[in-house]
């Protein structure tokens, strides 16, 4: 039997060495596209106007870098610890909904109670992550 669980960690190791190898692919090709943007809008950068298309394209590419960096601090700190943090996936989704906000109010187009719900789930996630901080987990006891 114990064979079988050294198999499987084996095998589950492996597999996460792959995905971090994914990951970070999937965040250089992020950043490569955003500095393609920026290379793309340079030369006409006196030009280009906060609400044209393009600067809010780059606006959002950005932050969904900073989305995946996130993302993938917390799968890293899952390598790292065997165990998923609740403060960790409560920072990712904060920053997915702060996100989600800016680009909403950067466009300009958008309802006012959609950014009130929105607004209103980032206090709900404040708040969850303000209490992470008084209820942490306790380590395993021994016998």
Same mark, same amino acid.
């Given at each position: 039997?114990?064979?079988?669980?050294?198999?499987?960690?084996?095998?589950?190791?492996?597999?996460?060495?792959? *995905?971090?190898?994914?990951?970070?692919?999937?965040?250089?090709f992020?950043?490569?596209?955003?500095?393609?943007?920026?290379?793309?809008?340079?030369?006409?950068?006196?030009?280009?106007?906060?609400?044209?298309?393009?600067?809010?394209?780059?606006?959002?590419?950005v932050?969904?870098?900073?989305?995946?960096i996130?993302?993938?601090?917390?799968?890293?700190?899952?390598?790292?610890?065997?165990?998923?943090? *609740?403060?960790?996936l409560?920072?990712?989704?904060?920053?997915?909904?702060?996100?989600?906000?800016?680009?909403?109010?950067?466009?300009?187009?958008?309802?006012?109670?959609? *950014?009130?719900?929105?607004?209103?789930?980032?206090?709900?996630?404040?708040?969850?992550?303000?209490?992470?901080?008084?209820?942490?987990?306790?380590?395993p006891?021994?016998?």
């Amino acid at each position: 039997m114990e064979k079988i669980f050294k198999t499987y960690d084996t095998i589950v190791h492996v597999i996460i060495a792959g *995905l971090l190898l994914v990951m970070l692919a999937t965040l250089i090709f992020a950043f490569v596209d955003v500095a393609a943007n920026v290379v793309h809008l340079a030369p006409g950068l006196a030009r280009i106007a906060l609400d044209d298309v393009e600067f809010r394209e780059l606006v959002t590419s950005v932050l969904d870098v900073f989305v995946i960096i996130e993302l993938f601090g917390t799968i890293i700190g899952y390598v790292r610890y065997h165990r998923v943090r *609740l403060s960790a996936l409560i920072d990712v989704v904060a920053v997915f909904i702060l996100r989600d906000m800016l680009i909403k109010i950067y466009a300009a187009n958008f309802p006012a109670n959609t *950014l009130l719900v929105l607004a209103l789930l980032l206090i709900v996630m404040v708040i969850a992550r303000t209490l992470t901080n008084y209820f942490q987990p306790r380590p395993p006891t021994t016998m």
